[in-house]
């Protein structure tokens, strides 16, 4: 079996090089063997993420003394570039919305109390975190959600409305809520972060998506029918939510870009095998001037995005603002891994079409990048502003 390994950054210290020899070896041992029947399922088992949360790799960016491991932005690269060399982008996509897009929002802005009630269990694995921002009718325009929270006479809070596309949606234990609590509030103002948790009565999970890729993570519509919080439910100060998910979209894309280079490395490395072994006109197809340039070129472009998401998650650990830099890696690499892994698709020939084969799950798997987490037409506006 082909390995195609990128240079290892040389800024990256024996502790990140030791997380990405360990989480290769899990994804190995205890992913690929077993995620075909988590894709038929439809969610991956709880299991795993207290696994993975045993080997502390779901809180590494999370504060110690909650039972993080108080890691930087390299960390979530080095996770997510191994996870997604799985092959399975739904396994991928559900462990890091849990440990990157959701319960960070508890590590970052959480009070004291909020942190150790909610922090342990989420490092630990044995509670799943999930982040609800998108709506029917708000998805890349954040400012546009519709969700209403209402204070009540007791100082708690009244929410209703729905949420879609919601990753680790049925299966999850800690919801990360965007609602609009000042009505008279325009565009992205007035928008407040509320922490609901699974069995609160007035939570009701409306539909499962059965979705095109990412069969493996289970996808969910909410809605919120007079969901009743304490006032300790809020997350940070009231009204301040949308920069809250503003700062947290930043890490989300610079994983997205750590899931894009993960997925490039092994759909170009199958794909180096196939043509290899693929015998056409007399030679392999490996043999063929054209298959070799083309994925050289594949190559090229996938280092291209890793290089920028290392510089990224650098450039976020130095404190710098990354909004440009950021929205750049989450437009080029999400379409770049668009043609990466239709030009794998393309050199398996037919048997890049058969459905259960690897590039054939990783072309459905690489669709939604384009989409989650910021359209690339969204994207590119945020680089267009800041030029």
Same mark, same amino acid.
């Given at each position: 079996?082909?390995?195609?390994?990128?240079?290892? $950054?040389?800024?990256?210290?024996?502790?990140?090089?030791?997380?990405?020899?360990?989480?290769?070896?899990?994804?190995?041992?205890?992913?690929? $063997?077993?995620?075909?029947?988590?894709?038929?399922?439809?969610?991956? $088992?709880?299991?795993?993420?207290?696994?993975?949360?045993?080997?502390?790799?779901?809180?590494?960016?999370?504060?110690?003394?909650?039972?993080?491991?108080?890691?930087?932005?390299?960390?979530?690269?080095?996770?997510?570039?191994?996870?997604?060399?799985?092959?399975?982008?739904?396994?991928?996509?559900?462990?890091?919305?849990?440990?990157?897009?959701?319960?960070? +929002?508890?590590? +970052?802005?959480?009070?004291?109390?909020?942190?150790?009630?909610?922090?342990?269990?989420?490092?630990?694995?044995?509670?799943?975190?999930?982040?609800?921002?998108?709506?029917? #009718?708000?998805?890349?325009?954040?400012?546009?959600?519709?969700?209403?929270?209402?204070?009540?006479?007791?100082?708690?809070?009244?929410?209703?409305?729905?949420?879609?596309?919601?990753?680790?949606?049925?299966?999850?234990?800690?919801?990360?809520?965007?609602?609009?609590?000042? $009505?008279?509030?325009?565009?992205?103002?007035?928008?407040?972060?509320?922490?609901?948790?699974?069995?609160?009565?007035?939570?009701?999970?409306?539909?499962?998506?059965?979705?095109?890729?990412?069969?493996?993570?289970?996808?969910?519509?909410?809605?919120?029918?007079?969901?009743?919080?304490?006032?300790?439910?809020?997350?940070?100060?009231?009204?301040?939510?949308?920069?809250?998910?503003?700062?947290?979209?930043?890490?989300?894309?610079?994983?997205? #870009?750590?899931?894009?280079?993960?997925?490039?490395?092994?759909?170009?490395?199958?794909?180096?095998?196939?043509?290899?072994?693929?015998?056409?006109?007399?030679?392999?197809?490996?043999?063929?001037?054209?298959?070799?340039?083309?994925?050289?070129?594949?190559?090229?472009?996938?280092?291209?995005?890793?290089?920028?998401?290392?510089?990224?998650?650098?450039?976020?650990?130095?404190?710098?603002?990354?909004?440009?830099?950021?929205?750049?890696?989450?437009?080029?690499?999400?379409?770049?891994?668009?043609?990466?892994?239709?030009?794998?698709?393309?050199? +398996?020939?037919?048997?890049?079409?058969?459905?259960?084969?690897?590039?054939?799950?990783?072309?459905?798997?690489?669709?939604?990048?384009?989409?989650?987490?910021?359209?690339?037409?969204?994207?590119?506006?945020?680089?267009?502003?800041?030029?």
């Amino acid at each position: 079996m082909t390995e195609f390994e990128f240079l290892e $950054p040389d800024f990256l210290d024996e502790d990140l090089r030791m997380v990405r020899d360990q989480v290769r070896r899990f994804s190995r041992e205890r992913i690929v $063997p077993f995620a075909d029947a988590w894709e038929a399922s439809g969610e991956i $088992p709880r299991a795993l993420f207290r696994e993975l949360g045993e080997l502390g790799f779901l809180g590494m960016r999370h504060p110690v003394e909650y039972g993080g491991g108080g890691l930087g932005p390299l960390a979530s690269v080095v996770l997510g570039e191994e996870l997604a060399r799985s092959g399975y982008g739904g396994v991928a996509s559900a462990l890091t919305v849990h440990s990157d897009m959701s319960i960070s +929002h508890i590590a +970052h802005r959480g009070s004291h109390e909020q942190k150790q009630k909610y922090l342990p269990d989420a490092c630990a694995g044995r509670k799943v975190g999930a982040v609800c921002v998108t709506e029917p #009718g708000a998805g890349s325009d954040v400012a546009g959600l519709r969700t209403r929270g209402e204070r009540m006479a007791d100082g708690g809070w009244l929410i209703n409305g729905s949420k879609t596309f919601i990753t680790n949606g049925v299966h999850g234990d800690i919801y990360i809520v965007a609602a609009r609590t000042d $009505p008279e509030a325009k565009g992205s103002r007035g928008i407040s972060l509320f922490i609901v948790e699974k069995d609160n009565p007035g939570l009701k999970i409306t539909r499962q998506f059965d979705k095109h890729g990412w069969r493996s993570s289970d996808t969910a519509e909410l809605f919120f029918d007079d969901l009743k919080l304490p006032a300790d439910a809020l997350l940070g100060e009231e009204g301040k939510g949308f920069y809250y998910i503003m700062g947290t979209f930043q890490n989300e894309r610079l994983v997205v #870009g750590a899931l894009v280079s993960g997925t490039c490395a092994r759909a170009i490395e199958l794909t180096v095998d196939y043509v290899r072994q693929r015998q056409a006109f007399g030679k392999s197809l490996w043999d063929q001037q054209v298959v070799r340039n083309k994925l050289a070129w594949m190559a090229s472009k996938a280092a291209a995005v890793r290089a920028l998401t290392y510089q990224c998650a650098l450039m976020i650990e130095q404190g710098k603002d990354t909004v440009r830099e950021v929205s750049m890696l989450k437009a080029f690499g999400a379409e770049t891994l668009q043609e990466v892994v239709h030009t794998c698709l393309q050199l +398996h020939g037919g048997t890049g079409f058969i459905t259960g084969t690897p590039v054939e799950r990783m072309a459905r798997d690489a669709r939604i990048l384009t989409i989650g987490g910021g359209a690339t037409e969204v994207m590119l506006e945020e680089v267009a502003k800041r030029m």
